[in-house]
């Protein structure tokens, strides 16, 4: 099966992940695996996306358990010798009015956000074959809360030298001054979904310069983005978007077209390139 080009989604069986696997069928030439961690709620997503005429396949993944990320990993290179589209979408944000500690809050948050999309990434990156895509799904509130952040923070999270090790560091610092009640005064903001997803920024920047490194030539490209605000069981009613208008960004970083040189290695909201 190396012929066939393959996209998988990580987290996709609701929300802005489903119809990022709907933009998917609908627009890329190959395999596309919508994933979960539960596989009845897996098969529920796919039969819908049937109904609707397209036809996603299913793979398990728990982006939480080592052993879960790792048996996607073989089955991708036994199956199709690689993998040409990677979208880390999997991600949870405790509810404003949500009273469980923020300490708590913090650490639930980073293991899955952060660490999770870390993990996937680490296992799943040799993969990705020639011209390949990945992208990271991140947000808006990631250049928020840096701003948020001390200058001492700004500075670190800004450098084009972090390493992913000083990164994860640094998110493991966050927890452990937010279980000690003294994150706002060593520095952070008070969001542990925003410095998550700054976790998650930052993390594609440092991907992006180490693939530029180790694969250049192979024209493959990174980025992380915004969706939006998005009607989602996470944002809530209220939000501007539906999930199908949240995806746009997504699938149309997931399939540049080969020879494509930027965005790269960048933040990106509706299209365009965010700052950092």
């Given at each position: 099966?190396?012929?066939?080009?393959?996209a998988?989604?990580?987290?996709?069986?609701?929300?802005i992940?489903?119809?990022?696997?709907?933009?998917?069928?609908?627009?890329?030439?190959?395999?596309?695996?919508?994933?979960?961690?539960?596989?009845?709620?897996?098969?529920?997503?796919?039969?819908?996306?049937?109904?609707?005429?397209?036809?996603?396949l299913?793979?398990?993944?728990?982006?939480?358990?080592?052993a879960?990320?790792?048996?996607?990993?073989?089955?991708?290179?036994?199956?199709?010798?690689?993998?040409?589209?990677?979208?880390?979408?999997?991600?949870?944000?405790?509810?404003?009015?949500?009273?469980?500690?923020?300490?708590?809050?913090?650490?639930?948050?980073?293991?899955?956000?952060?660490?999770?999309?870390r993990?996937?990434?680490?296992?799943?990156?040799?993969l990705?074959?020639?011209?390949?895509?990945?992208?990271?799904?991140?947000?808006?509130?990631?250049?928020?809360?840096?701003?948020?952040?001390?200058?001492?923070?700004?500075?670190?999270?800004?450098?084009d030298s972090?390493?992913?090790?000083?990164?994860?560091?640094?998110?493991?610092?966050?927890?452990?001054?937010?279980?000690?009640?003294?994150?706002?005064?060593?520095?952070?903001?008070?969001?542990?979904y925003?410095?998550?997803?700054?976790?998650?920024?930052?993390?594609?920047?440092?991907?992006?310069?180490?693939?530029?490194?180790?694969?250049?030539?192979?024209?493959?490209?990174l980025?992380?983005?915004?969706?939006?605000?998005?009607?989602?069981?996470?944002?809530?009613?209220?939000?501007?978007?539906?999930?199908?208008?949240?995806?746009?960004?997504?699938?149309?970083?997931?399939?540049?077209?080969?020879?494509?040189?930027?965005?790269?290695?960048?933040?990106?909201?509706?299209?365009?390139?965010?700052?950092?």
């Amino acid at each position: 099966m190396s012929g066939v080009r393959v996209a998988v989604v990580t987290g996709s069986n609701k929300g802005i992940g489903l119809a990022i696997v709907r933009g998917l069928c609908q627009q890329f030439q190959g395999d596309v695996y919508l994933t979960a961690r539960n596989p009845k709620l897996g098969e529920e997503a796919v039969k819908t996306l049937n109904n609707e005429g397209l036809s996603p396949l299913f793979h398990q993944l728990d982006i939480n358990d080592p052993a879960s990320i790792r048996s996607l990993r073989d089955f991708l290179k036994e199956k199709y010798c690689g993998l040409d589209v990677l979208i880390n979408n999997a991600g949870i944000a405790f509810k404003v009015a949500d009273q469980t500690p923020f300490g708590t809050q913090a650490e639930v948050t980073m293991k899955t956000n952060y660490n999770g999309t870390r993990d996937v990434s680490n296992e799943l990156l040799p993969l990705i074959k020639p011209n390949g895509r990945v992208v990271n799904v991140s947000s808006m509130v990631s250049p928020s809360a840096l701003a948020k952040c001390s200058p001492e923070l700004q500075e670190r999270f800004r450098s084009d030298s972090i390493t992913e090790d000083e990164l994860t560091k640094l998110m493991e610092k966050f927890v452990e001054d937010a279980k000690n009640g003294v994150h706002q005064k060593s520095g952070w903001p008070n969001t542990a979904y925003g410095v998550s997803k700054i976790g998650v920024t930052v993390l594609s920047r440092i991907q992006a310069r180490q693939l530029k490194e180790t694969r250049k030539g192979e024209g493959i490209i990174l980025n992380a983005c915004c969706p939006g605000w998005v009607r989602t069981d996470m944002a809530g009613p209220n939000a501007t978007k539906s999930p199908d208008e949240g995806a746009v960004t997504p699938v149309y970083l997931a399939l540049l077209p080969t020879g494509a040189d930027s965005p790269y290695g960048e933040l990106v909201s509706e299209k365009k390139v965010v700052p950092w």
